[in-house]
């Protein structure tokens, strides 16, 4: 088996930091680099903590470039729920590297004409603001087709937002980028939160993790613990969704997700709606579908999966 080429572009975050040890620990997938953004916390905190994650997993040969500090045309709101740095307070020790020289809009535009040049594909996950990705197609929409997948987390269909009563947090912060990929032509495969919600990262599935031991384990549970909403009214049970590292699990086990092509657009001008994604799940405009959005999650699957790589 041949691993996939990834690049993993995030705003570390805590479930992005998940996703990122997923790929790491996991045999399918050759990481090759980690692009930050401006998301959940300022793109000054967002590369450090990348480069914090990569050297907990003692993977500093894995670059990390940095990306856009800030949204295409609207102005920055940053994450609510992932704590001082971004990353749960002081869970993550600080980073003793830095990132690399370049810019990770470049090094995408670069890395996706190289593979290009030897007849191969990347594979991107995109699990944070999507301006990075959005700019690389502004500069070169040839791009597109040299992607695999481009795997996303982002809005919600028919679960009500997560930081307005209509918007998921990646959408809203960037929406006109979401616009340009949905228009991009790449093959898009889509984790809304109809889907991250089914992830949910309850204290008995981090138990099954702390007891399954493992280099990484102490960090994982500390990080998912702090994790917890302790919102069961909206959950319908306590945790938190492991939001991010869904688009990782599909890489290595699509079978644990069902879902279907349609046609998304995002909300860039309404207030109310900023930032909001409208499907049409019954086909019912002219437009073709342009995302497979993923609405089935086998979540004992998935947590099976987490357990056994972050644990080995
Ligand atoms: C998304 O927003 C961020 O807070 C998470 O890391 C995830 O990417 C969920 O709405
Ligand atoms: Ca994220």
Known sequence: MTPRSLVIDTDPGIDDAIAILLALCSPELDLQAVHTVAGNCPLSEATPNAVSILELAGRTDIPVFAGCPRPLIRDQQYGKFHGRGGMGGDVLPPAVGRAAEGHAVVRLIERSLSARARDEKLSICAIGPLTNIAAALSLDPSIAQDWQELVIMGGGLRVAGNR?????????????????VLNSGAEIVLMPLDLTHQA?????????????GGRLS????RLLTY????????FGEPGGPLHDPTTVAYLIAPELFTGQKMYVEVDCETPLRYGHLVADWYGQTDNPPNATVMTGLDAAGFFALLTERLSG
């Open 164 to 180: 307005t009563p209509y918007a998921e947090y990646n959408f809203l912060a960037d929406p006109h980028a979401v616009r340009i």
């Open 227 to 234: 994790w917890d909403r302790g919102d069961i009214a909206r």
């Open 218 to 221: 102490d960090i994982v549970v």
């Open 200 to 212: 949910m990262a309850t204290p008995a599935r981090i138990e099954t993790l702390r007891a399954a």
